[in-house]
């Protein structure tokens, strides 16, 4: 089963930078989207950056030039470097992966999702 846990949320401040990891597991997929997704109460989810299997990312215009998202091979751990962090920025954060063909991939924004694919946990941030 593909699982994917996120870690590295809490609170900072206006200004300030957060590390969020994503741990994945069980996945052997070729082929892929991951995107970290947010969300705050009332709104719908959003996709604010994406990274496919070929290495292609793509980010929401709210957050280019301050998120940096990134895939440690390696070690199967997506992250998502968010910098200049502003109050707006404040939503629990979700990691998710795709297994999209490639002939189906098209990058969107900071999304490049298909279908409904795996979800994680999700990790709070708050910024203030």
């Known amino acids: 089963d593909v699982q994917l846990v996120e870690s590295g949320g809490g609170s900072a401040q206006t200004g300030g930078s957060l590390r969020l990891s994503c741990a994945a597991s069980g996945y052997t997929f070729s082929s892929y989207c991951m995107v970290w997704f947010r969300q705050t109460p009332g709104k719908l989810r959003e996709g604010v950056a994406a990274l496919d299997s070929d290495g292609n990312t793509g980010y929401d215009e709210s957050v280019k030039g301050r998120f940096t998202i990134s895939l440690d091979n390696a070690k199967n751990i997506l992250y998502l470097q968010v910098d200049s962090l502003k109050p707006e920025d404040t939503a629990m954060y979700y990691c998710?992966?795709?297994?999209?063909?490639?002939?189906?991939?098209?990058?969107?924004?900071?999304?490049?999702?298909?279908?409904?694919?795996?979800w994680g946990q999700g990790t709070q941030v708050t910024v203030s």
């Open positions: 998710a992966l795709d297994p999209v063909p490639k002939s189906l991939r098209r990058m969107r924004g900071g999304n490049c999702f298909a279908g409904t694919g795996y």
